[in-house]
């Protein structure tokens, strides 16, 4: 069974960073993708990032590129999102998703696995 836990999130200052962390279980990185997607409050669900397990590329939505940086540890099956000079508009819950055999993709739909999230709160 597929498995994903989500840590890191918390209460952080604009302009700081922050780096979550998504535990994964039940499969093996080489064959996945897995991604981060966010929600804000009164908004939908949004892509972050992804990284294929199958050719390890990445992915990164135009909103937050350069500011972060997914990676995977294989021995650890863990995959970190690492977001520099946060912005309260950063503020959400954080999932990570994981489908097997998918290329790199931030399409939520393609991912049949989500964790349960770690919610991310900026202030200003």
């Known amino acids: 069974e597929v498995q994903l836990v989500e840590s890191g999130g918390g209460l952080v200052q604009a302009g700081g960073s922050l780096r979550l962390s998504c535990a994964a279980s039940?499969?093996?990185?080489?064959?996945?993708?897995i991604a981060w997607f966010r929600q804000a409050p009164g908004k939908e669900r949004e892509g972050v990032s992804c990284?294929?397990?199958?050719?390890?590329?990445?992915y990164y939505a135009d909103s937050v590129k350069g500011r972060v940086t997914i990676s995977s540890d294989n021995a650890k099956n863990t995959v970190y999102l690492r977001v520099n000079s946060l912005k309260p508009e950063d503020t959400g819950v954080y999932h990570c998703?994981?489908?097997?055999?998918?290329?790199?993709?931030?399409?939520?739909?393609?991912?049949?696995?989500w964790g349960r999230g770690t919610k991310v709160t900026i202030s200003s």
């Open positions: 998703a994981a489908e097997s055999y998918l290329p790199c993709t931030l399409k939520a739909g393609r991912f049949g696995s």
């Open positions: 039940g499969f093996t990185f080489d064959d996945y993708a």
């Open positions: 990284i294929s397990g199958i050719d390890g590329t990445t």
